[in-house]
């Protein structure tokens, strides 16, 4: 049988909290692998957003592409990531 490749979908602090949960919601329910974040300048942060999808569903990967380390430290970087791969574990009820 023939491997499909893994298709993701790229989601922004542009687009607010519960557009994105929708996106990673229909995502999740037709097969994409991942949800992958990428935090702007002057766009929201992508955290409380990866959050919110990771929590909303029980298949699709959620990641964080770019975050900059000028703006946050990366052991702060490093915690946060630690407590939404928690929260990734857990998925919706």
């Not at 991942?34 to 300048?41: G, L």
Request: one cysteine or more; proline letters at 6%.
């Amino acid at each position: 049988m023939l491997d499909l490749p893994k298709l993701s979908v790229r989601l922004h602090g542009g687009i607010d909290a519960s557009r994105s949960i929708e996106l990673a919601k229909l995502a999740d329910a037709h097969g994409f692998d991942s949800v992958w974040f990428a935090e702007n300048p002057f766009n929201r942060g992508v955290l409380p957003a990866a959050s919110a999808c990771a929590a909303a569903t029980s298949r699709v990967g959620i990641g964080i592409g770019v975050l900059n380390p000028y703006n946050r430290h990366p052991t702060l970087i490093a915690m946060e990531i630690g407590a939404l791969d928690e929260l990734a574990q857990v998925g919706p009820d």
